[in-house]
């Protein structure tokens, strides 16, 4: 019998347990010093066929497949990853660094459990707050094929560190002499068949000076796979479409171009995709006209527009730039509703009575004619009494009437149960070569925002009844309510910032922000309750809006940067022309899907892209010497530091307790105060706290502050190491005299 089959046959015993190599020379017989070796090397090659696999501290095992699961990878900062399956049902499971195999992040991997007894944490541990730990066994779909990153020269090669910290490798490129070092770089990877092996990739692009102005966000963009570009068909599509509008497509459409409507948008807007109007109502009160660009006029299902549209699902609103859902023939010209100029929407009209009720509503397709094109900072002048605004007295008088109305339409929404949340955000200035000029919080127009905000609500909870009274397959946004856990943490940290209230519906948050208002610890509790809620999504379901206290919500306002708002429309139309229906529930649960993953992408790119410029900006003021005390609060404790936020620039950083060396500082298990040696609380979660600049990490997007007056840790002079990669672990490490390693001690 073969050696091979010696070792099967010997595992297959319901008597076995794994055992290391030595252990299993033993059971097998096997004394010989070769015969040894050709064990360990058939064990090798029946682990690569995936006939046996390796479990913790060596020992083999046959592969149990009924303690396999898929799932996505998804790395963890610390190193290792964990495993994610699309059934909820399924825990998820830690696979150490050693553990990852030919994984990459996000790849769809096949993982196998440890047995229990063998892994230090096991899947029934998860009452303990531990995963269940193994090993990956094969890579089902790779879906990483490229890297973004900076480009490096060795000794005698060049690789590249990726941008994605995720990624633990570098990528070793050939090919590239006529490419600068410290260059960001598009890198299409080879296949990678042996973890023993460097990983190898290709140059395709050369995106420019890490440096220079745009790359970063250009590097950023590319990584995630969005291309700012619209391919030539999506471009030919647009461009072929007539800037008048035929006779043909007036059909069915009412005719509002006598009426006034106008637009109020931001200063930089170039797309106006919404419109508003008020009259007094024939029947009492008044009519709010909701006026919404009818995309869904020009692009077609199945058109190359409509596929493009789908396949970015938003616009992106990076912090120099905007990746636009569709061309800008369409979104600042054809379908922007531009005054002066005659325009497709699909509007709505909300019949309100003078004490902001609404007693009625209506949608249909019209064609309009905007007499006036205002921005927020216009508006809220006229709304506080300031002049200068140059407001035409005809649109001045329609404001008079439409403030107060909607100001009023607001209390009700509140008192019904909506929550006020007034989420801080900062107005970032670049200069020409693309660095940060200013920083201000964005305050300014708040009444004006929120005249528009309201109008919108209001137009998209008609049109979800709609849908919804149709008894029709439809498209919602949901928010769902904070599950046990979230609404438990939400009160600890709401009583750590000594605000009383053990929440558990939306009318005890409100009563939670009225008692922070105005309090050192508003900006902290605010914080605390909006990291706590679930994240709102698109959905088939109709499961309402927790936040807004809608029991029927859509997005309908905005198709020119939403998909989703395409598809209500499209939904809508069919409605009103009592057509059947063209998606079903199973079609609509997918765009869904799809739209939220997108939103989500789009979320963390502005953030990160935000993000970059604000570091670049902390680390150009370190480098210049103008290291100045900020004033911040502590919005989160961690075992090994507090988390300091800056309100005036939403950036956040971290105080190690290791760079405190006038005492001794540790968290307590809550997480939610510092104490010291004798047990007495220093610092405490939503306490203001003056910190400076310690590090600035840019390529890490990390932030260290210290406290002013704490001495720092003093760092050798001279000079540094010279560091070549370990092209195996994607890792540096220090070379000394002759190249040679230095031993550890």
Wanted: glycine share 6%; with cysteine.
């Amino acid at each position: 019998m073969s050696i091979d089959n010696q070792i099967i046959d010997f595992m297959k015993k319901p008597s076995y347990l794994p055992m290391k190599q030595h252990e299993l020379a033993a059971a097998l017989g096997i004394t010989d010093k070769g015969e040894r070796r050709s064990l360990r090397h058939q064990l090798y090659t029946l682990e690569d066929q995936g006939t046996i696999v390796r479990l913790r501290k060596n020992r083999w095992s046959l592969p149990n497949k009924e303690n396999r699961m898929i799932g996505t990878v998804k790395m963890l900062p610390k190193g290792g990853a964990v495993i994610i399956s699309d059934d909820p049902e399924i825990e998820e499971v830690f696979v150490g660094a050693r553990n990852m195999g030919l994984a990459y992040p996000n790849d769809l991997v096949e993982v196998e459990r440890y047995h229990s007894e063998y892994g230090e944490r096991n899947a029934s541990s998860s009452s303990s707050g531990r995963r269940g730990e193994g090993r990956v066994t094969a890579v089902i779909e790779r879906r990483m094929l490229e890297v973004v990153g900076t480009l490096k020269k060795a000794r005698y090669h060049y690789f590249v560190t990726a941008d994605n910290p995720n990624f633990p490798h570098s990528v070793r490129v050939t090919e590239c002499e006529h490419i600068d070092k410290n260059h960001k770089v598009l890198v299409r990877l080879d296949p990678w068949t042996d973890p023993y092996q460097t990983i190898t990739g290709t140059i395709i692009e050369d995106l420019g000076e890490a440096s220079a102005p745009g790359v970063d966000v250009d590097s950023m963009l590319r990584a995630a796979g969005v291309e700012e570009a619209f391919p030539s068909r999506v471009i030919a599509e647009a461009e072929a479409i007539p800037n008048t509008i035929p006779e043909s497509m007036l059909e069915g459409r009412r005719d509002l171009r006598k009426e006034v409507i106008f637009t109020i948008d931001p200063d930089t807007a170039r797309d106006f995709d919404d419109a508003i109007s008020l009259e007094p109502h024939p029947d009492g009160g008044w009519r709010l006209g909701v006026h919404i660009a009818d995309v869904s006029a020009y692009v077609k299902p199945g058109s190359a527009l409509d596929t493009e549209g789908y396949k970015r699902g938003n616009s992106i609103y990076l912090v120099d730039r905007v990746v636009m859902m569709l061309p800008t023939e369409l979104t600042t010209q054809i379908c922007s509703l531009n005054p002066n100029e005659d325009h497709l929407t699909h509007s709505a009209y909300i019949h309100l009575s003078d004490e902001g009720e609404r007693l009625g509503y209506e949608t249909f397709p019209a064609i309009i004619h905007s007499q006036c094109r205002m921005t927020y900072k216009q508006v809220q002048k006229h709304i506080d009494g300031e002049e200068g605004h140059q407001i035409p007295g005809f649109i001045q008088e329609r404001l008079n009437k439409l403030y107060p109305l909607i100001r009023t339409v607001r209390k009700n929404r509140i008192r019904q149960g909506s929550l006020e949340i007034n989420t801080p955000d900062v107005e970032i200035k670049l200069n020409e070569r693309g660095e940060v000029d200013s920083m201000t919080p964005r305050s300014a127009a708040k009444e004006a925002y929120q005249l528009i905000e309201d109008c919108m609500l209001l137009a998209n909870r008609a049109v979800a009844e709609k849908l919804m009274g149709a008894d029709r397959p439809a498209l919602y946004r949901i928010h769902e309510e904070p599950d046990e856990e979230q609404w438990n943490k939400m009160a600890m940290e709401l009583n750590a910032l000594g605000i009383p209230i053990l929440p558990r519906s939306r009318e005890e948050l409100n009563e939670a922000f009225a008692l922070a208002e105005g309090t050192p610890t508003e900006y902290t509790a605010l914080l605390a309750i909006l990291r706590n809620f679930k994240r709102a999504e698109y959905t088939a379901r109709q499961v309402g809006h927790f936040g807004l206290a809608f029991e029927d919500y859509t997005h309908f306002t905005s198709p020119i940067r939403r998909y989703p708002d395409l598809v209500v429309h499209r939904l809508l139309k069919a409605i009103e022309k009592n057509s059947p229906p063209t998606l079903s529930k199973e079609n609509i649960e997918e765009i869904a899907s799809h739209c939220t993953e997108t939103e989500k992408k789009a979320d963390e790119l502005e953030k990160k892209s935000t993000e970059k410029k604000r570091l670049d900006y902390f680390n150009q003021l370190l480098k210049a010497g103008k290291n100045s005390t900020f004033n911040g609060f502590i919005v989160g404790i961690k075992k090994r530091g507090m988390v300091i936020e800056l309100p005036d620039s939403l950036q956040r950083g971290m105080v190690a307790f290791a760079s405190i060396k006038s005492e001794w500082l540790e968290a307590d298990d809550s997480l939610l105060e510092v104490t010291n040696r004798e047990g007495t609380t220093r610092y405490r979660l939503g306490d203001p706290l003056e910190v400076m600049i310690a590090k600035v990490d840019v390529e890490r997007a990390l932030l260290d502050f210290m406290i002013p007056g704490e001495p720092q840790k003093k760092t050798r002079q001279g000079r540094k190491p010279r560091v070549e990669p370990d092209l195996r672990s994607g890792k540096a490490k220090p070379r000394g005299k002759n190249g040679r390693r230095r031993r550890r001690k």
